[in-house]
């Protein structure tokens, strides 16, 4: 234990920094892990949230990774109007039967006064405008007018856009009515093509999932009856929380010709006959953000992956009296430069000195609670000895470990890596722990009961059973809120026997509760 | 000139790319390059465009420029609501009366079928939304959550989004009833923090247009009428286009109290005191997409500065068979490698083969309508003599320079300083030489008629003259289509006579014609 280390606070009553705990109360630490890590809050405004820099620095880079993957598998980026006619809206039957009832209606361009004071709508609109929940009619209208001839596919867009739906029932980043994403639109000349890129959009939300969020997932088709209104396939990422239940973390859709359909997106082939598009859409959201704090937040609060901690490493200066102050932070100043030169993949290190005058546990459980990765703390006798004390978010709050000064800089993005790594091996021996094989209606019924009605949130898991797409299976499931959450892609064949039907099947399915 | 040289296809009829010219008709220009650089176009939605890839491509790189500046001197990003309740809408007086005339209105969130087929608006909400023009009143109310005590400001906060104003007569890039737009939100202690920020981002984005967008532009304070509804002082920075009119680029606000009072932003000062904080705003938007296009472009097109542009080099293989075409295009690869191993400023030359099947004066005038900064044509022969023929985007679309080709790599960064240095020197020579010091109504009202009805566009400029801030100004000028644009800020008292009003003072202003 260094000379100069201070305890944290909360640690010395033997208490965690959130209450309740997991095992306390879920739900409820989802939501004070948000708090005391400062990343958003509910606003006035129904259903929408505040993204504070804190979580919206971990959506920048989130975004920064993505929008360079995209942009290596040929995609570009555009922007799309915020407002759909009702019209569009309505072209598609599915489509608009999905969205229906959440959309946030325009239908009034300015304000007057109201008799009695105050303002009120006036100017009304001659067609109601929807607020976009997605933009595939929209962005079909366009493409339907860009494309004439073979020559002009395939069209691979993107999108970064906030979209409305106008949930009852919403969780900070879980579920808003407002919520920033990507959609991912593209039109093929060919069915092939388009399956392709599907399945393409999809392995890079995989790829990035586990190699960036550190979060393992698992590759999937959709059932039809949970597919996105007005699509052919649906395919998504499922991961496992903490709770054992499913968040859908990606979806890729192969929409075939039902929105080409439906706007027009027709061109001519080689042959020169009128043939009519094959598109795709694919998305992700802030979603992301919740499935990230409900993989890897413990009861100390956020911990947050090195690839998308807005600061990497933060450096706490330890003093009891100005002269020791400014030597160490000096000390400190000096340090930061030489992490700093390291590069963590295309990156610098990201390295924050905080100077704040403040009690020096406060400020450690400042950052415990923020999830940054690696904290650093430097006081008068690590000077003296040559060392500083390093600890680490992924391990106990007690845990450091004492590095040579002259090491550190050499150290720290294999340190940040180990880290990464860590986190993604966690993550996964939890799901593999918490995923069973199970063939019969009882046993699966069963699985998914509570055994402790203390603490009825902490069960469960996913279970791998054989399957048909019947809807008789959903209708069996509904009353103990189990879902179908994909059919793995990377499966072979096996034979099996539907537990819910009774008929014969060589799919199987992951079945779980779910966000 | 190169033994391979293709003779651009329009350029040997000796016509321009882009008809009308500038000169022939200005408005249908500036629309006509959009076109044909393929930048964006009007959607089905009223008012709103689709910026296309290009376009966004220009939109991204001044995002990341700018969001560094802003990094740079202490801000952080957020985001917040995209609906802004009626009732905090109307908190500022003067705010609402400047917006209430040109906003969407939600009124219902959800669809339910119409007697007689299709949809109609349903659930009604309780309160109307605004959809944000500008979020002072949204992110007040958080500022006023999150401010206890002294030690909680400043606050240096900014929004990267979409906002709506329902303009009636629009135009792309430059009035939409959509655009993008970034914009900071500062709460300060002291009156003197809060107008040192507001001139610190005026001054951040004067550096930007200068020498990111090669665009000159004088930096100065609004007159009293041409405020941001709520603040009290409005400064802006205001750019010459080609025709000489002004282009408001950029607006940097100090709010004083009065959203601060609006919102309740309140904290208890060092001294335990319960004080007001001070406020400021400021935002650039899609609109400079508009200003690079106007400041810029020629008849043959789009020129984008080399910082901005998605594209800075691209290189046009030319050969005339198979056995050709596979050299050449080898040769064109090991090229674009090396010249993207260059670093300009922060990052990698943006380099392009353009490897299309397709004639070659079509290509290479695909590129010069776009404005890409440098063309590189390489062909067997030039391959034989070692060199490659290069054309700048700035100079004569005939200019050519045969540079060797083991010498390129060495000098590409230097080709695009100077085309970006000399984008900006042209510029800043045009405004120089538009802008006319005189001191009488009689001398300013005919510097801004027409001599020439039927370019009635092409003439004026800017004027600098004596200016006092009283209505009657505005009143003299409103029916010539004047406008007091600034009074510069980088400039000493100087004693003169208001023209207008007869009234002594040592200010002088810029007047214009202006977007």
New interface residues.
């Given amino acids: 234990m260094s000379a100069d280390q201070k305890q944290p606070q909360q640690q010395q009553k033997g208490k965690s920094a959130i209450s309740p705990t997991r095992s306390e109360d879920y739900a409820e630490w989802y939501q004070q892990v948000i708090k005391a890590a400062d990343m958003a809050e509910n606003?006035?405004?129904r259903g929408?949230?505040?993204?504070?820099?804190w979580g919206?620095?971990m959506?920048?880079n989130i975004q920064k990774t993505l929008d360079g993957m995209f942009k290596d598998t040929g995609h570009?980026?555009?922007?799309?109007?915020?407002?759909?006619?009702?019209s569009?809206f309505?072209k598609e039957a599915e489509h608009?039967d999905g969205f229906?009832?959440?959309?946030?209606?325009?239908?009034?361009?300015?304000?007057?006064p109201k008799p009695g004071g105050?303002?009120?709508?006036a100017?009304e609109l001659d067609e109601?405008?929807?607020?976009r929940p997605t933009s595939e009619t929209?962005i079909g209208?366009?493409f339907a007018k860009w494309t004439q001839s073979y020559r002009d596919l395939p069209i691979l867009?993107n999108q970064w856009?906030?979209v409305?739906r106008?949930e009852m029932r919403t969780r900070l980043f879980l579920r808003t009515a407002?919520f920033?994403w990507q959609e991912g639109h593209t039109a093929h000349a060919t069915e092939a093509e388009a399956r392709e890129e599907t399945r393409k959009m999809l392995d890079v939300y995989a790829t990035f999932a586990e190699d960036t969020m550190a979060m393992p997932v698992i590759k999937g088709e959709k059932c039809s009856w949970e597919r996105f209104p007005g699509a052919v396939d649906t395919y998504s990422i499922e991961a496992m929380m903490q709770d054992r239940k499913a968040l859908q973390a990606g979806t890729s859709h192969f929409l075939g010709q039902n929105f080409a359909k439906s706007s027009g997106i027709k061109y001519l082939s080689k042959e020169g006959k009128e043939e009519l598009a094959w598109t795709t859409s694919w998305g992700v959201s802030t979603r992301l953000i919740g499935a990230l704090i409900m993989t890897h937040a413990d009861d100390d609060g956020m911990v947050i992956p090195p690839k998308l901690a807005p600061k990497q490493v933060v450096l706490l200066p330890i003093y009891r009296n100005d002269a020791d102050r400014a030597r160490v932070l000096e000390h400190c100043q000096a340090l930061a430069k030489e992490l700093k030169e390291q590069r963590y993949g295309e990156e610098r290190v990201k390295v924050e000195v905080d100077d704040r005058d403040m009690q020096g546990g406060e400020k450690a459980w400042f950052h415990v609670k923020r999830g940054v990765p690696v904290r650093i703390e430097v006081g008068p006798r690590d000077m003296d000895s040559g060392v500083v004390s390093v600890m680490r978010r992924d391990k106990g709050v007690k845990e450091r470990e004492n590095i040579p000064r002259g090491e550190i800089a050499g150290r720290i993005v294999g340190i940040l890596s180990e880290m990464q790594q860590g986190l993604y091996d966690r993550a996964l021996a939890f799901q593999k722990q918490h995923t069973k094989e199970l063939t019969t209606k009882e046993e699966i019924l069963a699985h998914f009961t509570p055994k402790n009605a203390e603490k009825p949130e902490i069960h469960g898991g996913f279970v791998l059973a054989p399957f048909v797409d019947d809807k008789a299976v959903a209708d069996a499931l509904s009353e103990h809120k189990v879902t179908v959450r994909c059919v793995p892609i990377d499966q072979a064949p096996r034979p099996g026997v539907c537990p819910f039907t009774g008929k014969a099947t060589d799919k199987w399915a992951i079945y779980a509760k779910a966000y």
Avoid: D
């Fill in positions: 606003s006035p405004v929408c949230m505040v993204i504070k820099p919206y620095g959506w920048e570009v980026n555009a922007y799309f109007p915020l407002f759909i006619p009702l569009f309505e608009v229906a009832k959440e959309c946030a209606v325009v239908t009034h361009h300015r304000l007057e105050g303002l009120q709508p100017g109601p405008l929807i607020v929209i209208a366009m867009i856009a906030n409305v106008w407002e920033l």
